[in-house]
């Protein structure tokens, strides 16, 4: 049965750190493109960040640029959002989610949440004094 399972969210301070995990089940890291998408309370839901699943490449949405840093350990089937400089407009719960069609048709990873098929419940992350 193929499952993500985010952990690692949280209150932070602004300025603060922290490090989401997707550890995934049922598929391997190299067979699915992972996604991570958050939700801010009435707004729609964006993709910030995804890693291909052949080549480990990289996409970032401008927001999370340059704070936020995707990566993955294959051996331990779990993929990593690392969050710097947090801000309080980074408040949201966060999902990671899997997709297998670009994979098959060796297509980079992207943004668009439509191309994916299996979503984690979410981690609630809050950046707050």
């Known amino acids: 049965q193929l499952q993500l399972v985010e952990s690692g969210g949280g209150l932070v301070q602004p300025g603060g750190s922290l490090r989401l995990s997707c550890t995934v089940s049922g598929l391997t890291l190299d067979s699915y493109h992972i996604g991570w998408f958050r939700q801010a309370p009435g707004k729609e839901r964006e993709g910030i960040s995804c890693i291909s699943s052949s080549d480990g490449s990289t996409n970032y949405t401008d927001s999370v640029k340059g704070r936020f840093t995707i990566s993955r350990d294959n051996a331990k089937n779990t993929v990593y959002l690392q969050m710097n400089s947090l801000k309080a407009e980074d408040t949201a719960v966060y999902h990671c989610?899997?997709?297998?069609?670009?994979?098959?048709?060796?297509?980079?990873?992207?943004?668009?949440?439509?191309?994916?098929?299996?979503w984690g419940q979410g981690t609630q992350v809050t950046v707050s004094s």
């Open positions: 989610a899997a997709d297998r069609l670009l994979t098959l048709v060796k297509a980079m990873c992207t943004l668009n949440q439509a191309w994916y098929d299996y």
